[in-house]
């Protein structure tokens, strides 16, 4: 970490802007709705494509747009209503010649300052506030007072303003260590949350190693890497210093003086910015790896968000159990330890979120949760519903290019359509209590490619119909006007409110303290926050309202002790609270309490757990880590039922701890028939996790069961875990293939055709024979692979093998044969007259033994059901034509050969100490790493090219037709 001086360089004329999420009013009790109709707002600007569809009470303005700034990633909003943009002209460089688009790289990324000075709803000024080589593609900006703190990989940035000149005095290196350099799965934006300290998080794209300013150091990772020439290396199992593992994405907190850094939540895939509301509930959203499975959560904190294994070792598709749909087993959600994941909202590319707590845009807007969905060009908005522990997220869509943003799109057809380029990629509430939308802009959304050369972006505003908002003028030298910071809506502003306050400390008490009755109650919680750091009589007076009638003051204060450290001798009272939500940061609290301690709440909270709520459930497995045999012991002897009659309360609790003690029982359960298949299954997954011999034991007793399901089940168990958690608990017998002649007979040939001493013409002939045979193509891949094939015998049999009956072997000479077939362009094919009922023949004759649409096919490459949400003709018959160019994070291929001479090839689904491929028949092969050679990761996807699977472009304007017109 480094301080150091910084001149900051003068130019200015360019701005970045960012995309707005809305989330809908949470009340704790109390449902709100959004006006349902949309209307048309727009301000024209280069084309059709500026008009924003929004409700009828509401109206959209084209605030700002290139040249004013370019390419903007995230935004924040500072006092005074200037918009600051993080711009990433750099973004992805290595993807495009420098000529092809407008770059600034020599000099770095840029943060902008937007303003609009004659106050007419429009920026008319920008500025350059540091251009920066240690910004490559920046994702995000908080402007907090005097510092500026930016998010860029593998650095959390301030830069600080000392004499307000808008140009930086100084730079420090606040955090680095973050992996994901030039990557979209990296660190994102920081926000001040309602406790004073600074939240941020960090996509997958690690190994994370990250040291505070107290010598505290985070380790974490998975098996992810890739995505840019910069991610090399990654690899799970990693412990913290608090010795733990974390792993994939996460949701971080840390204090302002750069100590106490801390994991709040983990195993994200790509979460593009957390929020928090005023009571200290924290939302995400989170990007997939298929087109049907993205999702919008509230983050329990410590969750475990569940898209690798719990530790990084694997992808979700290797844990995939018979039986689950993609939602289920790619977010681990019969997993025990793994928290619910929320509403899901289907293809998409979901980007910046943010809460909405102003009173400015109405009462029905007040505690909007917003979501912004750049693949989808569409703002989703919640109403949160208190459910529980939890909450229900029903999902409108608010804001959008298009008239109706419903769940299917009709313009895939219209490729001039500049409405699909409004991509936003944040949204932030400005102190006017005007919502703030950045528009990326561009035909295509993710991090593979990019069709805009300019840079262009746009920002929004989203205001009351009618009603002209202004930024209010804030004095912060007063306690008034403090206190009116602190009710700002824009979330760093009311930051510096707090700040502000708590300087002043116990002589403030009285202001504060008089907003628990403020008309708005995110305006209450805030007080409670404030009024724990406000010396002792402020705690005191949060004490109290331990026993308030208002559930949301009791949970806020709760908190807000516990975040000053004040919290322990609160917790049997607490446990006893009637909200579940109370009870739920009760468990939360006991996590690294001793058994002693903790003990006496836990069976508190197993008292009141109503048997079905898994927040709840999560909660007290969170509380019970490490004292998992004696909170066994309770339930045990408080449920004393037989394992056949055990009530929903003892049956999830010994899923969620399964512990050694319980696997007896949860034996016999599982192979009873008096209860139902899913209960057995549930027994079936709580040994499945349990890491001991004795598992091994009864799964093995459980695969000879007389009852189909349970024997099915055990058996895909141990062949599962073999190669993973129980890979040194058992002597695993390795399956002996008894060598046929044919096979021998290949080998004998491949000695010839290896043999560089023979005539050349024969090895030639006898290499194509191999090509054409159902063994020797496998064993010529083989030789290609390991370089023992020459060049001019690959080319002389690439037709041949092409055309192999085996489709792994046709799938991997894709990667290691020269192609002999045509160019296929896209724009003649995307004009062609498309015949959907042949493009499904094509597809099933095809595409099928690979992908499955609909309710056929096979599941080996991504599912291409909702393909029609997620491309529009164009980017789809890219995808088909040239695989290779935009393939799907965690369906890129390797090869491995092993020290034997044995070559594998496929998708890594497992990595550790045994190394999981899937082939592209589906079959896994499981190699153990002390006996790899080389392991690759391949250029090329392992989906072949149209011309090797003999495809011409009237097929492939059918197939495509087929796809995007499925109902």
């Not at 299954?681 to 069961?705: C, E, P, Y």
Request: net charge neutral; proline share 5%; with cysteine.
């Amino acid at each position: 970490m480094t301080s150091t001086t910084f001149t900051q360089p003068k130019a200015a004329f360019f701005l970045a802007g960012t995309v707005l999420l809305l989330f809908t009013a949470i009340q704790f009790g109390s449902k709100k709705h959004l006006a349902p109709k949309q209307s048309e707002s727009a301000v024209v600007s280069k084309d059709d494509s500026s008009k924003l569809y929004v409700p009828d009470d509401l109206e959209a303005t084209l605030w700002a747009e290139a040249p004013l700034f370019y390419n903007p990633t995230n935004m924040d909003i500072d006092a005074r209503g200037r918009v600051w943009i993080t711009e990433a002209v750099n973004y992805r460089d290595f993807n495009t010649k420098p000529a092809e688009r407008l770059s600034h790289k020599q000099k770095g990324d840029r943060v902008m300052i937007l303003e609009d000075k004659d106050g007419d709803g429009k920026a008319e000024s920008s500025k350059v506030f540091v251009e920066d080589t240690l910004l490559t593609s920046p994702l995000g900006i908080a402007v907090i007072g005097n510092k500026t703190i930016v998010s860029c990989a593998p650095n959390l940035i301030i830069y600080t303003d000392k004499d307000g000149d808008d140009k930086p005095d100084s730079r420090e290196v606040f955090l680095t260590g973050f992996g994901g350099f030039d990557h979209d799965h990296s660190l994102h934006s920081l926000i001040v949350g309602p406790d004073g300290k600074y939240y941020f998080n960090t996509g997958n794209a690690g190994p994370h190693k990250v040291t505070d300013k107290s010598g505290w150091t985070l380790r974490s990772g998975s098996l992810y890497f890739g995505g840019t020439p910069y991610n090399k290396s990654n690899q799970g199992n990693q412990k913290s210093d608090d010795g733990k593992v974390w792993v994939g994405g996460l949701a971080l907190r840390i204090n302002p003086d750069g100590t106490g850094l801390k994991v709040l939540g983990h195993n994200f895939r790509n979460s593009y910015e957390v929020c928090l509301d005023s009571y200290g509930n924290m939302w995400q959203n989170d990007n997939d790896d298929q087109v049907i499975t993205c999702r919008v959560s509230f983050l329990q904190e410590g969750g475990n968000a569940g898209y690798f294994s719990a530790d990084g070792n694997r992808f979700w598709q290797a844990d995939r159990r018979p039986g689950q749909d993609i939602f289920t087993t790619h977010w681990h959600q019969e997993d025990p330890g793994v928290m619910p994941a929320g509403d899901n909202t289907g293809a998409g590319s979901p980007t910046g979120t943010v809460f909405y707590e102003g009173d400015a845009l109405g009462e029905n807007y007040r505690g909007t949760l917003l979501s912004c969905e750049a693949g989808r060009n569409v703002i989703f908005a919640y109403q949160p519903v208190v459910k529980g522990a939890g909450f229900t997220l029903d999902r409108k869509n608010l804001i959008s290019s298009f008239p109706q943003a419903n769940e299917r799109y009709e313009w895939y057809e219209t490729d001039n359509d500049f409405r699909k380029w409004f991509r936003p990629s944040d949204a932030a509430v400005g102190p006017d209590g005007a919502l703030y939308v950045a528009d990326w802009y561009d035909p295509v959304v993710g991090g593979h490619a990019m069709k805009d050369k300019k840079g262009y972006g746009r920002i929004y505003r989203i205001t009351p119909k009618g009603k002209k908002l202004t930024v209010p003028k804030i004095d912060f030298s007063t306690t008034a006007g403090l206190i009116e910071a602190l009710k700002n809506p824009a979330i760093n502003v009311r930051a510096l409110g707090f700040e502000g306050l708590k300087k002043k400390g116990e002589t403030v008490i009285g202001d504060v303290k008089k907003l628990l009755t403020a008309e708005n109650p995110f305006h209450q919680a805030r007080a409670i926050w404030l009024m724990s750091q406000l010396g002792e009589k402020g705690q005191k007076e949060v004490e109290t309202l331990l026993a308030s009638s208002n559930a949301a003051h009791r949970l806020t204060a709760f908190r807000a002790l516990k975040s000053v450290g004040d919290a322990e001798k609160h917790l049997m009272q607490m446990a006893k609270d009637p909200d579940a939500a109370v009870r739920r940061e009760v468990g939360i609290a006991l996590r690294d309490l001793n058994v002693k301690k903790s003990l006496p709440v836990i069976k508190e909270l197993i008292n009141r757990y109503d048997g079905e709520d898994p927040w709840m459930l999560e909660a007290i497995g969170t509380a019970a880590l490490g004292k998992e045999k004696e909170v066994y012991a309770y339930v045990h002897e408080k449920f004393p039922s037989t394992p056949e009659k055990w009530e929903n309360s003892k049956a999830n609790l010994i899923w969620r701890l399964h512990p050694t003690e319980a696997i007896n029982d949860l034996k016999m359960r599982a192979s009873s028939e008096k209860i139902s298949p899913s209960q057995r299954r549930k027994a079936l997954t709580a040994i499945g996790f349990i890491n001991d011999k004795k598992a091994v034991d009864a799964m093995v007793s459980l695969s000879k069961s007389t009852l189909p399901d349970v024997s099915t089940q055990a058996s895909w168990w141990l062949n599962f875990r073999k190669t993973n958690d129980w890979a040194d608990l058992a002597n695993w017998e390795e399956a002996v293939v008894a060598m046929s002649p044919a096979y021998k007979k290949m080998l004998e040939i491949k000695k010839t055709v290896a043999d560089k001493n023979q005539d050349l013409s024969t090895r030639i002939e006898l290499a194509k024979k191999m090509a054409a045979d159902p063994d020797g193509g496998n064993i010529l891949v083989d030789m290609q692979v390991q370089g023992q094939l020459q060049d001019t015998i690959a080319k002389s049999v690439s037709e041949i093998i092409f055309k192999h009956p085996d489709q792994n072997v046709r799938v991997i000479a894709s990667q290691f044969f020269p192609r002999n077939g045509k160019v296929l362009k896209t724009d003649f094919i995307a004009r062609m007259s498309a015949v959907p009922s042949n493009g499904e023949k094509v597809f099933f004759n095809t595409c099928a033994a690979c992908h499955k649409h609909g309710e056929k096919g096979a599941e080996i490459g991504p599912d291409l059901t909702q393909i029609h949400k997620k491309f529009d003709k164009a980017g789809l018959l890219d995808a088909i034509i040239n695989p290779s160019a935009a393939m799907g994070f965690g369906y890129e291929s390797y090869t491995i050969v092993t020290k034997a001479g044995e070559t594998y090839f496929g998708f890594l689904m497992s990595d550790g100490a045994n190394v999981v491929l899937k082939d592209a028949s589906g079959q896994q092969h499981a190699v153990k790493a002390d006996q790899i050679k080389s392991r690759e990761k391949m250029p090329l996807s392992m989906m072949p090219e149209p011309t090797a699977l003999n495809l011409n472009e009237q097929d492939l304007a059918d197939l495509t037709g087929y796809l995007l017109n499925f109902k």
